[in-house]
């Protein structure tokens, strides 16, 4: 019994050691930034007004105007956020959440560019007669300091104007080099605040960037924050990386890369900027996916012309198969408490997606529209999957787990691999053009109405939105 | 590990069985399929490819390093099987070589999907191979998706051309 134990733990330690993958095609890492720690701020006289309501549909919303005056600052002092001091950052942290609220549809903020700017004292007593004759009905305030040690102290105050009412308010400390995530928090706490939704700016965005003619593509490694600040190239080109996944934590990355030759899963290390194989073998794997505790990775993996899904501890060690098909069953999004699997399976004759318990078990179909089911992604809510309707072109629809109430949300030529906002309302997918095979990411809304380009450096594809960040 | 492997094997290789007595290829576009005469081993040319070199394969078979597949298909249909056969005596010819058969998919499957179809038809065509004699040690399989199309048209006939499975030379 011991023997065997030793010879199980060792096969085991085998199957753990990580082999070191040769890292010909990766930049230089980019390492993570520091923490966002919030801090109380002060603000008038305390007593926060009630909740608007979730929301239902934008056009109750479109009109809601927002003013977004430039931030205040104790004292202008020089920045390393800012070359001219922490007043100009001042200016730029109220594009930054002018931007924001402005890109979804369901506010109408106004910028810093063309309002006046409150000194630091009005931050927390605004002058309400100044406002209230401009037309909007909410007022966003908020002050980054620079503290001694160089940290950057920044409030946000979000006020009711016809009220004459503070809403809400919040503070972070950030390194000067984080200072659009105090922006971004600060959007999260307006847009929560006023729609009764998660938020999602404070989040980032693995994608492929792509360059290049059709035949002969380069396809790199790609991040960037929600809005598309903060971009970096993680890959050089010389191998083609695909399907990226941000881990829960954001240490990691998932992604497909035929750096040695064959289309094999990589986990790359963010900090360190190492990277090695999901599974030390000689199949090729594709379509990696996370758990949602970040402690398990999904790979599909073809042996012999069967593709079957896979499980594996991120740790390394003995992978579980959990489909056995014949055919090709491949990709897999878990539900949010971890419990279920959706995936595709083409063994029915064609496409469609399926849902199975995380242990493989009671695999049964859920689609049976006509065309076909690709790229299932779970909704961080759990209500809704969305994935690629294919039938004629590519769409990217929405149903429940239960594979009911199938709406289309788009109508690109091949709209293809959504991907979920952290809070569930906003969906990105890539949009490829006929033809030219030009591809870009857009993003779409759950009514399918507010669908806006999403701006990159190059083409892009394959994105992937990780979660709110710590 | 063995018996899922096992399995898989079993299953993999009924669903090419199955997949072989399916369908005639009624309107397979592109490969105008010659069935080249063997080429005589000739030690003579002192001008022209070397053997180990992708030029002399073509050289040798003509169109037959590529078959193609209908939509969302894996099987061998008559058509690939003559292109195979000519594979196969030149392998048969030149023991020494060894080669990289490489699966792709026309731009109408989702990305992740045509990894999995690529891989699938390499592999058709590689167990045609192998079952024609050539051992299975001479071939490396690899699936480009849709990531590697050589005709760049959105139509048709450019889709039909992407959908293959191609033998190159290693050396």
Known sequence: MTKLTILLTSLAALMTVPALAQNQDLGAPVGEGGPVESVSVLGGDDDDGPLRGTVTDESDWRDLGIAIPAFATDRDQPTPANASGTAALGSEIARVITANLQNNGLFKPTGPDSLPKPSFAQIRAPSWGSWSGRGAEMLVHGFANARPDGKLVVGCYLYDVALQDELIREGWEVRPADWRRAAHKCSDLIYARLTGENPFFDSRIAYIAETGPKDNRVKRLAVMDSDGANHRFLTLGSATALTPRYSPDYSKILYLSYVDGNPRIYVYDIGSGKQTLVTENQNPTIAPRWSPDGRFILYSQAVAGNTDIYRVPVTGGRSTRLTTAPGIDIGGSYSPDGSKIVFESDRSGTQQCYVMDADGTNQRRITFFGGRCATPEWSPRGDQIAFTRIGGGFNVAVMTPSGRNLRVLTSGWQDEAPTWAPNGRIIQFFRTTRNSGRSALWQVDLTGRNERRLPTPVDASDPAWGPIRP | ?171
């Open chain 2, 1 to 171: 590990m063995n018996k899922p492997f096992a399995t898989v094997i079993l299953l993999a290789s009924a669903s090419t069985m199955a997949a072989c007595s399916k369908e005639p290829p009624e309107e397979l576009p592109p490969p105008p399929v010659d069935t080249v005469p063997t080429p005589a081993p000739t030690a003579t040319a002192p001008s022209g490819p070397t053997v180990g070199t992708q030029q002399h394969f073509q050289q040798a078979v003509g169109g037959s390093t590529i078959i193609y597949f209908d939509t969302d298909q894996f099987n061998i249909d008559s058509a690939d099987a003559a292109a195979l056969q000519a594979q196969a005596q030149y392998f048969a010819q030149y023991p020494q070589l060894t080669f990289t058969v490489e699966g792709h998919a026309d731009e109408r499957g989702t990305r992740e999907y045509n990894l999995a179809l690529g891989e699938r038809r390499a592999t058709s065509a590689k167990n045609y191979l192998v079952s024609l004699g050539v051992t299975s040690d001479r071939i490396r399989i690899v699936s480009y998706g849709k990531e590697r199309p050589v005709a760049l048209a959105s139509n048709e006939a450019a889709w039909a051309e992407n959908r293959r499975a191609a033998s190159v030379i290693i050396n």
